[in-house]
């Protein structure tokens, strides 16, 4: 069993006390040190106390070493989204790591994404992926990168690949904010958020393109959220005018119009006459 070792690990990511995590669950401190080194041996009520107060599942707590749990998956237990329990509206995220037990990245191309859409939460169909590592990313994220077709995403170029972080709460997104989105209809779409999660359960999706409408979504289509980083693409963006060359672009405009106007009004006041004769 792994309960000494798992609750020492969960109040420790609280950085919390003894005495403070004791005080919380009603308990003599001792009584928890001795929990936590194994000197005495919890009944179903402390296990069920214990389990409520981390929201992870009592098989999980005992069976299961979360010292051995990449970032990711500690992050979603302590979500609320025990990985190790099947039903419900959990999520589960399959994902892979290196020989140095630290998480990649997964490539999902564009030929790939049919497959995504079915075996996203596959580990042996995750593990299929070609992966890379980024230095300069955190190791304590889920990142994943996707190539993303059509051109509702512009002005990033199509066929780019762009990056994503793994969102675990939802709700924490801020609108906004750009995303990889997998819905069970659209499929992978790169989006800008709206969220109304807290309000009505669901969040409305806006294109980079202003020629796509936006629509919204209810959060049980989506499968997964993936918040923008960056993207690497082999085509330069369409360049977009500085403000101050489009205030001069737009002056010039309106003095080429006056000058027309001007030569108009003048030929309108001295018509030339007759051809002499």
Request: charged share 25%.
């Given at each position: 069993?792994?309960?000494?070792?798992?609750?020492?690990?969960?109040r420790?990511?609280?950085?919390?006390?003894?005495?403070?995590v004791?005080?919380?669950l009603?308990?003599?401190?001792?009584?928890?040190?001795?929990?936590?080194?194994?000197?005495?041996?919890?009944?179903?009520?402390?296990?069920?106390?214990?389990?409520?107060?981390?929201?992870?599942?009592?098989?999980t707590?005992?069976?299961?070493?979360?010292?051995?749990?990449?970032e990711?998956?500690?992050?979603?237990?302590?979500?609320g989204?025990?990985?190790?329990?099947r039903?419900?509206?959990?999520?589960?995220?399959?994902?892979?790591?290196?020989?140095?037990?630290?998480?990649?990245?997964?490539l999902?191309?564009?030929?790939?994404?049919?497959?995504?859409?079915?075996?996203?939460?596959?580990?042996?169909?995750?593990?299929?992926?070609?992966?890379?590592?980024?230095?300069?990313?955190?190791?304590?994220?889920?990142?994943?990168?996707?190539?993303?077709?059509?051109?509702?995403?512009?002005?990033?170029?199509?066929?780019?690949?762009?990056?994503?972080e793994?969102?675990?709460?939802?709700?924490?997104?801020?609108?906004?904010?750009?995303?990889?989105?997998?819905?069970?209809?659209?499929?992978?779409?790169?989006?800008?958020?709206?969220n109304?999660?807290?309000?009505?359960?669901?969040?409305?999706?806006?294109?980079?393109?202003?020629?796509?409408?936006?629509?919204?979504?209810?959060?049980?289509?989506?499968?997964?959220?993936?918040?923008?980083?960056?993207?690497?693409?082999?085509?330069?963006?369409?360049?977009?005018?500085?403000?101050?060359?489009?205030?001069?672009?737009?002056?010039?405009?309106?003095?080429?119009?006056?000058?027309?106007?001007?030569?108009?009004?003048?030929?309108?006041?001295h018509?030339?006459?007759?051809?002499?004769?």
């Amino acid at each position: 069993m792994y309960f000494d070792l798992n609750i020492k690990l969960l109040r420790k990511r609280k950085n919390l006390t003894q005495d403070e995590v004791a005080a919380l669950l009603q308990m003599k401190r001792s009584t928890l040190s001795g929990y936590e080194n194994r000197v005495a041996q919890p009944g179903l009520e402390i296990l069920l106390l214990f389990s409520g107060y981390y929201n992870i599942a009592i098989d999980t707590l005992l069976k299961v070493d979360l010292s051995k749990l990449s970032e990711t998956q500690l992050r979603q237990l302590e979500h609320g989204e025990d990985v190790f329990l099947r039903g419900g509206n959990l999520r589960v995220l399959a994902s892979t790591v290196n020989a140095d037990n630290r998480e990649n990245i997964e490539l999902v191309p564009v030929k790939a994404q049919a497959g995504y859409t079915n075996g996203f939460a596959d580990p042996e169909y995750i593990s299929e992926l070609q992966v890379f590592q980024l230095p300069f990313l955190s190791g304590e994220k889920k990142y994943r990168t996707f190539q993303l077709q059509g051109d509702s995403m512009l002005p990033i170029p199509e066929k780019a690949w762009v990056t994503g972080e793994y969102v675990v709460d939802w709700k924490e997104l801020k609108t906004g904010e750009a995303c990889v989105v997998l819905t069970m209809d659209d499929g992978i779409v790169f989006k800008i958020i709206e969220n109304r999660i807290e309000k009505d359960g669901k969040v409305i999706l806006y294109s980079l393109n202003p020629l796509y409408e936006p629509y919204e979504i209810n959060v049980s289509g989506i499968r997964e959220i993936w918040k923008f980083i960056h993207f690497i693409s082999h085509e330069i963006p369409e360049p977009v005018i500085p403000e101050n060359q489009l205030v001069r672009t737009v002056a010039g405009l309106k003095h080429d119009m006056e000058r027309m106007k001007l030569i108009n009004s003048n030929q309108n006041h001295h018509p030339e006459g007759p051809p002499a004769s």
